[in-house]
């Protein structure tokens, strides 16, 4: 059967059905609708205001939304060009035909699927999780895997209930965001991000708090040490605080 086709070029009536679904997830089965046909952005930053970022390339100008997170780390670059990590998704309702395409920008891959994990969770869309993200990462994750639902609870827009949803669905998948250190360190340590986070899951098995954790494993890689092994690095957070 030839597909029916508008005036416009768009599918017609009897084609909608199979057309839509192309672009968004159906109510009925999720509530995530994100797509990847642009997964990177660069351009100059031109504009920031408090929920997004306007970048110019070339003659055009593009609308980034993005979380407070990544507006404050964008306040001292405007003018200059900057690189985002991006999510699409169609915000609107296509039972209705009002979608509309948003672009939410992010600083790096690891805060691209932090905040993509954050949506997967029942109640947390790409709107109210864009709302919500106003601290930086990794405080985020170790509230999470901490199970700590009052500090989760002031996040806008983020209740109790919802918070309980967010720590049952991701408490085991946040070991690496908590970490998050690797904006700490000089380009020549990327190796070693492996190893710090091995050496952060080893203190978390011996009964240390996430946040505990993070700030010893940080410490000890701010000595400007390289370490070859976890036990090493071990030894170095043994060691300075027993000196």
């Known amino acids: 059967m030839t597909p029916q086709t508008c005036a416009d070029g768009s599918p017609g009536k009897s084609e909608r ?3 839509i679904p192309r672009l968004v997830s159906s109510p009925k089965t999720s509530k995530r609708c994100h797509f990847t046909l642009i997964t990177k952005i660069t351009g100059k930053l031109v504009q920031l205001s408090d929920a997004q970022a306007t970048l110019e390339i070339g003659a055009f100008e593009y609308q980034v939304f993005v979380p407070e997170f990544v507006r404050r780390q964008l306040q001292a670059e405007v003018g200059k060009e900057v690189s985002l990590r991006t999510i699409e998704y169609i915000e609107g309702n296509p039972q209705q035909g009002r979608l509309t395409p948003r672009l939410l920008g ?3 891959d690891a805060e691209r699927e932090f905040f993509d994990l954050i949506c997967s969770v029942d109640g947390v869309g ?5 709302r919500a993200m106003v601290r930086p990462v990794r405080e985020v994750a170790a509230a999470i895997e901490e199970q700590d639902i009052k500090q989760l609870s002031t996040l806008p827009g983020i209740g ?12 085991r998948r946040m070991a690496k965001f908590a970490l998050m250190v690797s904006k700490d360190f000089p380009a020549d340590q990327a190796t070693d991000h492996d190893l710090l986070g091995e050496a952060y899951e080893a203190l978390l098995s011996l009964g240390h708090s996430s946040v505990d954790a993070r700030k010893k494993v940080e410490a000890a ?3 400007g040490k390289k370490f070859k ?5 071990l030894t170095e957070i043994y060691r ?3 000196e």
């Open 17 to 19: 059905r199979n057309w």
């Open 106 to 108: 992010f600083i790096s």
């Open 126 to 130: 790409a709107k109210k999780a864009l």
């Open 160 to 171: 109790p209930a919802v918070g309980e949803r967010i720590v049952a669905k991701l408490r």
């Open 221 to 223: 890689s701010e000595s």
């Open 229 to 233: 092994s976890v036990e090493a690095l």
């Open 240 to 242: 300075r605080e027993h």
